[in-house]
Nanobody, 128 residues
């Protein structure tokens, strides 16, 4: 059973920055075999894709709404994925979840159904 734990959320003013972390319980070798992703869910809305990264970290995908402001990265030696969020605005307010892809492989995915392990989420609140 893989456990993912997000951290780094909080309250920030518009224009500010936060860095989210997602720590995996998988051993280093296994962690590096799977693509990972970040999703978010605002109150009353469905979970939406934010960013995804290949198992090596070379390939990354972003939602149009965060492109140019957020950066996804990973440190396979530390079994950890990150999301650097800059120029935050109130529309970014949501619970942010990290996920691990269901299948071994390098291609990142924007589909939540392609992920089988999720963290408990971390709240990000951006005030105007």
């Amino acid at each position: 059973q893989v456990q993912l734990a997000e951290s780094g959320g909080g309250l920030v003013q518009a224009g500010g920055s936060l860095r989210l972390s997602c720590a995996s319980s998988e051993r280093t070798f296994a962690f590096g075999m799977y693509g990972m992703g970040w999703f978010r869910q605002a109150p009353g809305k469905e979970r939406e894709f934010v960013a995804a990264i290949s198992r090596s970290g070379v390939a990354t995908y972003y939602a149009d709404s965060v492109k140019g402001r957020f950066m996804i990265s990973r440190d396979n030696a530390e079994n950890t994925m990150y999301l650097q969020m800059n120029s935050l605005n109130p529309e970014d307010t949501a619970v942010y979840y990290c996920g691990r892809k269901r299948a071994i492989g390098s291609t990142p995915s924007v589909q939540a159904d392609d992920y089988d392990y999720w963290g408990q989420g971390t709240q990000v609140t951006v005030s105007s």
